[in-house]
């Protein structure tokens, strides 16, 4: 610390060449660099976030070579584009629930790639947040009666109220 009181500081450069490609591994330097690759060596066939995408799928798919869940939905880059969801929008169908969270809707995952998946005017977050969709509720409650759905004989309902409607025996 000078005498000044003032604390001392230090600057670094650091020169990188933006170039085109200059490894030739397929993976333009600056997208190299700016996911802290090396632009100097060939790094395409490699896996950075051990996700089971190579950087050059990566790059392919615009996705964070760094991280094995681009858009922190819960699902990694490649069970997203297997599941045909967008890896860099946590909520590809815009219903508010995030496309990991609809597919881990039990008994049965809701679509993240529909907003409404049983196309019944609400989505999907509506009807979890609100208990509205009797049809998942009822396999739930079939589930644990240790019957299936071929047991019975399910006849939609829709009611302003599911979970109230269902409560009352309505």
Excluded: C, Y
């Excluded at 880059?77 to 969270?101: C, F, R, V, Y």
């Excluded at 009822?138 to 979970?163: F, M, N, P, T």
Aim: charged share 30%; no cysteine.
């Amino acid at each position: 610390i000078p005498e000044s009181g003032e604390e001392a500081r230090s600057h670094a450069i650091q020169i990188v060449n933006m170039g085109p490609d200059g490894d030739r591994d397929g993976l333009p330097d600056a997208w190299e660099f700016t996911h802290q690759l090396r632009p100097d060596f060939n790094d395409a066939a490699l896996d950075a976030d051990a996700d089971g995408l190579i950087n050059s799928a990566e790059f392919a798919q615009q996705t964070n070579p760094r991280r094995a869940d681009t858009d922190d939905d819960g699902l990694s880059d490649p069970m997203e584009i297997s599941a045909s969801t967008n890896p860099l929008i946590a909520d590809t169908d815009e219903d508010g629930l995030t496309d990991g969270a609809e597919l881990a809707v039990k008994p049965l995952p809701t679509n993240p790639l529909l907003p409404d998946s049983d196309g019944d005017g609400r989505t999907d977050a509506e009807e979890i947040s609100r208990g509205t969709d009797p049809f998942f509720f009822l396999l739930r409650s079939l589930k644990e009666a240790g019957l299936s759905q071929s047991d019975v004989e399910i006849v939609s309902l829709q009611h302003g109220d599911g979970r109230l409607a269902l409560q009352k025996g309505d």
